[in-house]
Structure formats: structure tokens, C-alpha cells
């Protein structure tokens, strides 16, 4: 992947409080994204030209039920792999469906007792994860309407959750410093631990890797068979100097583009950073850093692997621990070229 140019990185803006998370539909023509705004709950965007097709409003807590949308922050949002389905869980402890083509709200699930941290569309199928602060993982079957199981485990408020094909999901598990694989059919776990702070996000590369982020700033990238890191990189967004004293920039983001070697982390250092998997995952190579002001609270690659898009806020989505005044709560459409391979050996100074 060659560097994008920095004029040629859009910026989508509409949200007026920090983008919180985000999804881009199964063919890459539009991102749906949410915010800590009351007011403007849920955008879609076209990704060709920008604009803004459709934005559910908010309201005030307890009028959900009127039609509106969230009356909280969205923290999490995921959307079925065949377009359908939209999913958005809220602070309230509500899941809700949207028809995605037309941003109609389908239905509202009740269930989880604390704020909705992680949603994830089992690939090919209308079966929704949800994770939840209330430290468990429930399965819902989104075309019938119907709650279907709920799992416990974690020790700690769940921080995100991903899924693949396969009948399974995994969290992270933010101060309990775990990650959990759920095998579903089997009602069983696997327990992962290797980073030292909070697990605050996740996602699988592919149905045999996931790699997470964590607050002590390290990046762990995980084979499913093996209960520790294959690679753990430390401090990788360096180090803050806060309050006098060194502390590594929290990670708030990963993503992975699917079936591949490549990742992107966020955080709120100032740049998005690619990473490439290297030996058989058993090593993390620093490709590139993206420069991007403010807290990378959402990272998604496009199914292509064309674009990555980050959602940004003034802070960070869990949180008010500090806020960055010049960042522009948005949402940025970072273009990503492959490397042509020449067979002529570059000369020297070239780029």
C-alpha cells in the first residue's frame, strides 16, 4: 500500500459531537455512522460524492418508542452481509434494526442491562452478537424478531465484539484482560490474555486471526488456537506526555482489511497507522502513518480494500477523559493504492 495523499483524504462532516462508530455497506457505496449527538443519531453516506443521503434524528430518553431514533450516545453499529439489515446499540441498552436501503427503524430489542458496546452480523446469515457492560454476549435472530440465547463469562463491561462465518464471535473484555472466542453451538470459550491494560477493541482478520488494542497502547495479534499473543507490539502509537508523566497512546481502533495481511490502528495521536502481517502472522511490520487530528474512534476498510474510513471525534467514544480542541468530529475517507510492482529497481531518492 502506498501512502495516500494527504488532499486527497475526504472529510464527511455533518455529526456536531464525536463520531462514535461506523459501517460501509457489503459494496463499499455507502458508510453509516453514529455519534454522541442527541439530535443526529444516525447518518448515511454516499461514498462517491459525500453527500448525505438519510439522517435519523435523535429524541429524549424515553421517547424511543415514537419513532425516533437513539435517545443516547450510539456506541456500536453493525450492518448484515447482504446489505439488508442495519443494527445500532445504544448507552440506553437498546439494539435497534434498520431497514439499511431505506433507514426505516424494523424493531427494537430489549434485553442487555447496561450500555451496548459491540454488534456483529454473523457473515451470510441474519443471526446478530450483541456484547454488552452488562459483561454478557447475547444471539439474536434479527429476520424473526427473536431473542435466541444469552452468554456469560467475562469479568468485566465488554468493549467490542466481532464475528465471521463460522457459529462463533469474539470480545474484548476490557479491564478483565481477556479476549473470548464464543463457540456458540458448543456454549463453550476460549479465554485469550496478553495485554496489561483495557481490551477496548477487536476484530478478526480472518476464521483463524483477530488482532486487538488495548489503553496501555500495545496491539496483540492472536491465532485462535493459541491462548497468548503471536505478537504483541507495545507502545504502538508511542508515548503521550500527560500530566508529567509517560504514558503510551491508548489504541481506540482496529481494523483489519478481511482475508489479508494488512491492519490499521487508531488512536489519538495524531495519525492512523497500517500495519502488515508478516511470517505467517507471527510478526507486525509499521507500513505507514496516515496523518488525522483527534480521537480514531471507528476504523472500517472497504470490502475492496480501496479505502479505509475513520470516523473521528474531540474525544474519545467511551469517554471525556480529554478533549482535542482542533479536531473536526467527522468521518474521513483515507484512498489506499497498491504498490505497482516495476521490474526496473527504483532509483535512488525516488518515491
Not at 83 to 93: P, Q
Amino acid at each position: 500500500v502506498q501512502p495516500p495523499d494527504p488532499a486527497r483524504i475526504r472529510v464527511l462532516r455533518g455529526h456536531q459531537l464525536p463520531v462514535t462508530c461506523l459501517v460501509i455497506s457489503p459494496d463499499d457505496r455507502f458508510i453509516f455512522s453514529a455519534s454522541k449527538d442527541g439530535s443526529l443519531i444516525k447518518c448515511k453516506w454516499e461514498v462517491d460524492s459525500g453527500k448525505r443521503l438519510c439522517v435519523v434524528p435523535g429524541g429524549k430518553k424515553g421517547t424511543e418508542e415514537r419513532h425516533m431514533g437513539h435517545a443516547s450516545h450510539v456506541l456500536c453499529m453493525a450492518i448484515s452481509s447482504d446489505g439488508k439489515y442495519l443494527a445500532t446499540g445504544d448507552r440506553n441498552k437498546l439494539i435497534m434494526i434498520w431497514d439499511a436501503a431505506t433507514c426505516k427503524r424494523l424493531h427494537i430489542f430489549t434485553g442487555h442491562r447496561d450500555a451496548v458496546s459491540g454488534l456483529s452480523f454473523r457473515k451470510g446469515t441474519h443471526q446478530l452478537y450483541s456484547a454488552s457492560h452488562d459483561r454478557c454476549v447475547k444471539v439474536w435472530d434479527v429476520g424473526e424478531n427473536a431473542y435466541v440465547e444469552t452468554l456469560f463469562g467475562h469479568q468485566d463491561v465488554i468493549t467490542g465484539l466481532d464475528s465471521l462465518s463460522r457459529e462463533c464471535c469474539v470480545t474484548a473484555g476490557g479491564r478483565d484482560g481477556t479476549v473470548r472466542l464464543w463457540k456458540i453451538p458448543e456454549e463453550s470459550q476460549l479465554v485469550f490474555s496478553g495485554h496489561q491494560g483495557s481490551i477496548d477493541c477487536i476484530q478478526l482478520i480472518n476464521e483463524e486471526h483477530m488482532v486487538s488494542g488495548a489503553d496501555d497502547g500495545s496491539l496483540a495479534l492472536w491465532g485462535l488456537t493459541k491462548k497468548k499473543p503471536l505478537v504483541l507490539a507495545r507502545q504502538a502509537h508511542g508515548e503521550q506526555d500527560a500530566l508529567g508523566l509517560q504514558q503510551p497512546y491508548w489504541i481506540s481502533a482496529v481494523a483489519a482489511l478481511r482475508n489479508s495481511d494488512l491492519l490499521a490502528t487508531g488512536s489519538h495521536s495524531g495519525s492512523v497507522k497500517l500495519w502488515k502481517c508478516g511470517e505467517g502472522f507471527r510478526k507486525l511490520e509499521h507500513l505507514l502513518d496516515i496523518p488525522l487530528v483527534g480521537f480514531v474512534n471507528s476504523l472500517k476498510f472497504s470490502a475492496a480494500g480501496d479505502f479505509l474510513v475513520a470516523g473521528i471525534g474531540q474525544e474519545h467514544r467511551l469517554g471525556r477523559w480529554w478533549r482535542i480542541k482542533e479536531a473536526k468530529n467527522s468521518i474521513c475517507i483515507i484512498p489506499l493504492k497498491q504498490k505497482t510492482t516495476a521490474s526496473s529497481p527504483e532509483s535512488p531518492g525516488s518515491s
